[in-house]
Nanobody, 128 residues
Framework: QVQLVESGGGLVQAGGSLRLSCAVSGRTFSDMHMGWFRQAPGQEREFVASMSSSGAVTNYVDSVKGRFTISKDSAKNTVYLQMNSLKPEDTAVYYC?????????????????????WGQGAQVTVSS
């Protein structure tokens, strides 16, 4: 059974940084494209960033480009989301998700309903 376990959320002041981690178990890491989504109170879940299974392609929502970076450590079966220059509007629950490689990365990487597995979520709160 595939499990995604997130860590690294918390409270930070505007302009600060946090790094989210997502440890993956139960399936070969290279078989999956990985994504990060977020959901603020009263809002729909939003795509944030993704990485293809090979690691060769990454994508970001415009609002985080230049501030957030997705990366992975295949030896640790872990994907990361480094978040810099955080803003109050980044406050949300952040979810790690996995899309099986049998589904093409394009055009599915930003579509939450195409992802197969999800983590439990990590709260990120940015104070002004």
């Amino acid at each position: 059974q595939v499990q995604l376990v997130e860590s690294g959320g918390g409270l930070v002041q505007a302009g600060g940084s946090l790094r989210l981690s997502c440890a993956v178990s139960g399936r070969t890491f290279s078989d999956m494209h990985m994504g990060w989504f977020r959901q603020a109170p009263g809002q729909e879940r939003e795509f944030v960033a993704s990485m293809s299974s090979s690691g060769a392609v990454t994508n970001y929502v415009d609002s985080v480009k230049g501030r957030f970076t997705i990366s992975k450590d295949s030896a640790k079966n872990t994907v990361y989301l480094q978040m810099n220059s955080l803003k109050p509007e980044d406050t949300a629950v952040y979810y790690c998700a996995a899309l099986l490689r049998s589904s093409t990365y394009l055009p599915n990487y930003s579509r939450s309903n195409r992802y197969d597995y999800w983590g439990q979520g990590a709260q990120v709160t940015v104070s002004s």
